[in-house]
């Protein structure tokens, strides 16, 4: 595999900067003033970011709407809200932000693209919240890639689902569906041998572009199935993407015949990314067999279905979950 070049891209009202290395960049290319908002492990990836900052506050296992209502109380109400973490910790910068009226900035230590998406949850009872991306992104794949090698297959499959079904809801367009293309040749090539230094740059890489190309496209079945289980069933983020994916694709390639997965070769992609997450099959990853009825019908609820037609509806989400257990 090639070698991953670093760039600094303008994108909008944002500014994402990409590369091995360029952590050490951070505190100078971050705003005065910022509140740091990070966990335990992480904060010892960036040292000096911790350091700089006008405030640290560390970010606990949870969900996203109960962790950033729980922290508005007591976060400064002026300078950037920056995430230091995996998704969940991102996500709660940018609700934060979103409901402070401040930017949010990102640098993530998974896959999990969260930093380049104005997709999360927003504060439990702030009505008036806004969704967000973060202004500043660093992605440095030393940090973003870092994970242990079943942590990171995991995340992988959560960045192959963004690649596979930004292409294919109704919002779907050429350049995002470029960059999923794009993020899934990256996530397949990386996975073809030894994942080195190399490998973890291409996945960097590819969670950046699928997630670029997820925020403009939104999601759908696959996303819905993925995070009921996580919010219903208790699973991973990373792992319930895995578990299901190898289910969801074929679900969505009978909504596209020819254009979602004609060859096979996805699914097949991702039946791997689950075996090394040790994700394959919903048994596997915590999630109790009578729970998949109770995450048919809550997923069945979810609006964002509709953009990944026809409309699945309980009867399709319960036979995909039993497919996958």
Wanted: with cysteine; net charge negative.
């Amino acid at each position: 595999m090639p070698p991953v070049s670093g760039f600094t891209w303008h994108d909008g009202e944002r500014a994402i900067h990409f590369g091995r290395g360029r952590i050490a960049e951070a505190v100078e290319l971050l705003p005065d003033g910022y509140v740091l908002l990070t966990t335990e492990r992480a904060q010892t990836d960036a040292p000096a970011v911790v350091e700089a900052a006008a405030e640290v506050h560390l970010v606990g296992p949870g969900l996203v709407d109960e962790l950033s209502a729980e922290l508005l109380p007591n976060v400064g109400r002026e300078g950037m809200v920056v995430g230091l973490g995996g998704g969940r910790v991102v996500d709660t910068a940018k609700a934060v932000g979103g409901a402070t009226g401040r930017p949010a900035g990102a640098i993530p230590t998974t896959l999990s693209a969260a930093e380049m998406t104005k997709i999360h949850r927003t504060p439990a009872g702030i009505a008036d919240a806004k969704r967000i991306r973060p202004a500043f992104v660093l992605n440095d794949p030393a940090l973003c890639a870092s994970q242990p090698p079943a942590e990171l297959a995991a995340s992988a499959a959560n960045s192959l689902a963004h690649a596979v079904e930004a292409q294919c809801t109704t919002m779907a367009s050429p350049v995002p569906t470029l960059a999923a293309r794009e993020a899934a040749r990256l996530i397949d090539a990386a996975y073809a041998g030894e994942i080195e230094d190399i490998q973890r740059d291409h996945l960097a890489l590819a969670a950046l572009l699928s997630g670029y190309a997820i925020d403009a496209a939104w999601y759908g079945l696959s996303h819905v199935m993925s995070q009921t289980l996580v919010r219903v069933g208790g699973a991973g983020h990373g792992q319930a993407n895995a578990a299901v994916l190898p289910y969801t694709i074929g679900a969505l390639e009978r909504r596209r015949p020819g254009y979602v997965d004609p060859d096979a070769s996805l699914r097949d992609l991702a039946r791997r990314l689950a075996e090394h997450a040790g994700a394959d099959g919903i048994r596997k990853i915590g999630v109790a067999e009578e729970k998949l009825a109770e995450c048919a019908r809550a997923g069945a609820q979810r609006a964002e279905l509709d953009l990944t037609p026809p409309r699945a509806d309980e009867a399709e989400l319960l036979e995909l979950y039993r497919q996958a257990w």
